[in-house]
Structure formats: C-alpha cells, structure tokens
C-alpha cells in the first residue's frame, strides 16, 4: 500500500519559515513528478511547485522567489521550503506524486494534508 505523509506543517507569523516534508512509503517505482498543492479556505486546490524527475522544478508566480521545492529520489522524499510567508499562504498542503509502474499502470497519490496557518 502506497502512503504518502506530510510533516512540518503549523502556525507562523507573517515573514516567517516553514519546511514540509513528505515521505512516500510503500511498494512504489518510476515516480515522475512529485508536487506541492494547496487548498485555501474557499478556494481549490491549486498547484504550488513541481519537481518532474530529470526536469526544471516549476514554483507558481504565487509563491516564485519565497518557496522552494526539492526532492530526494534515493529516499522517496520530497520538501518545501517556505520562506517570507504570508496571510494568503494560508491553507492545507499536499503532497502529490505520479508516475507508472509495471505494478500499477498509472498513479496519482496524494496525502492526506498539513496545515499552514500564518497569522500575527
């Protein structure tokens, strides 16, 4: 069974940092894309940064420049480091990933969410 967890997540004052991190475990292989979403209060989910294996790691206009993804293949693991946060950043965080495998075809896991709350 494939699982992925988010870890990091909380409350923080404007400016400040935050790290998520996000481990996958299970019987999993030729993951392709790992990726950071969002889900703000009232809004959808939305696409945070990407980080396609062998690619350019993507980060939205939203978050360019203060956020930062990166992924350890070799312990299935990928961050966000999250600098200058601010009130709007507010919102659950996923962690994503998708691939193929001869096991499963194609795969879309996500995790079950990590709070960020920024707020004075």
């Known amino acids: 069974q494939v699982q992925l967890v988010e870890s990091g997540g909380g409350l923080v004052q404007p400016g400040g940092s935050l790290r998520l991190s996000c481990v996958v475990s299970?019987?999993?292989?030729?993951?392709?894309?790992m990726g950071w979403y969002r889900r703000a209060p009232g809004k959808q989910r939305e696409l945070v940064a990407a980080?396609?294996?062998?690619?350019?790691?993507v980060h939205t206009d939203p978050v360019k420049g203060r956020f930062t993804i990166s992924r350890d293949n070799a312990k299935n693991m990928v961050y966000l480091q999250m600098n200058s946060l601010k009130p709007e950043d507010t919102a659950v965080y996923y962690c994503?990933?998708?691939?193929?495998?001869?096991?499963?075809?194609?795969?879309?896991?996500w995790g079950q969410g990590t709070q960020v709350t920024v707020s004075s």
């Open positions: 299970g019987n999993i292989t030729n993951i392709k894309h």
């Open positions: 980080a396609p294996i062998g690619g350019t790691t």
């Open positions: 994503n990933i998708k691939g193929i495998s001869p096991r499963l075809g194609a795969y879309d896991f």
